[in-house]
């Protein structure tokens, strides 16, 4: 299979707990987005990486949230001290430059539940 | 007020029926407009996207793009069950890349 993955795809942790996410985009793809999607509502834009760099972050991340992806390649996401709010999907998505406008491709998305 | 909205539905139609599914949004230097289709338990996937006013037909999807009146429409043909889904629209501004999507219609095809 040669799409997004991530991994993993449930988890479940404890108030307080630190979390982390990884995302592998399509081999090729040098565009890599981070959103979060809560039930009944569309995605929303967390982050976006070009090639290593993180070009933009929404003012609605908090502190507690962290991304990275080191080598342009693989992508992490970290979320510190979770709170019950941080309860949703974490979809990962990846683009090539020149590709269309809104051409993302969309991984199967990290499942998290904040106890 | 949100930037996109979207009517959640959800939305029940008879197979072969004309699907019709809209957004507004309030910000007029969005730029290019996209409609995804979404799974249950699945990402999103891209259907359609444009970024002028008028309308861009590919197979039974046509998008229609107004920005006069900053609405937006997809329109579904010869509607199938395996179209049961949400459809999300979405929202660019160029120069960016922070995607703003509605909240999404849920749809439901009847055999």
């Known amino acids: 299979d040669t799409g997004v993955s991530q991994d993993p795809r449930h988890k479940i942790t404890k108030r307080g707990q630190n979390v982390t996410f990884r995302c592998d985009p399509i081999?090729?793809?040098?565009?890599l987005y981070w959103y979060r999607q809560t039930l009944g509502q569309g995605p929303e834009f967390l982050t976006y990486?070009?090639?290593?760099?993180?070009?933009?972050k929404s003012r609605l991340l908090s502190d507690r949230f962290s991304a990275e992806r080191p080598k342009g390649s693989f992508s992490t996401l970290e979320i510190q001290r979770t709170e019950q709010g941080d309860s949703a999907m974490y979809l990962c998505?990846?683009?090539?430059?020149?590709?269309?406008?809104?051409?993302?491709?969309f991984g199967p998305g990290t499942r998290l539940t904040v106890t | 007020q949100k930037e996109v909205e979207q009517d959640p539905g959800p939305l029940s139609v008879p197979e072969g029926a004309i699907v019709s599914l809209n957004c507004t949004y309030s910000?007029?230097?969005?730029?290019?407009f996209m409609w995804y289709r979404q799974y249950s338990r699945k990402g999103p996937e891209l259907l359609m996207y444009?970024?002028?006013?008028g309308n861009k037909e590919d197979g039974r999807f046509t998008a229609q793009v107004d920005k006069s009146s900053k609405y937006i429409s997809l329109f579904i043909r010869d509607s199938q069950p395996s179209d049961s889904a949400t459809y999300l629209c979405?929202?660019?501004?160029?120069?960016?890349?922070?995607?703003?999507f509605g909240t999404g219609t849920r749809l439901k095809v009847l055999a």
């Open positions: 998505a990846s683009s090539l430059t020149g590709g269309r406008a809104g051409e993302q491709y």
């Open positions: 081999s090729e793809h040098n565009r």
């Open positions: 990486f070009q090639n290593e760099a993180q070009l933009e």
């Open positions: 910000n007029s230097a969005f730029q290019y």
């Open positions: 444009t970024y002028s006013s």
């Open positions: 979405a929202i660019l501004t160029s120069g960016t890349y922070k995607y703003i």
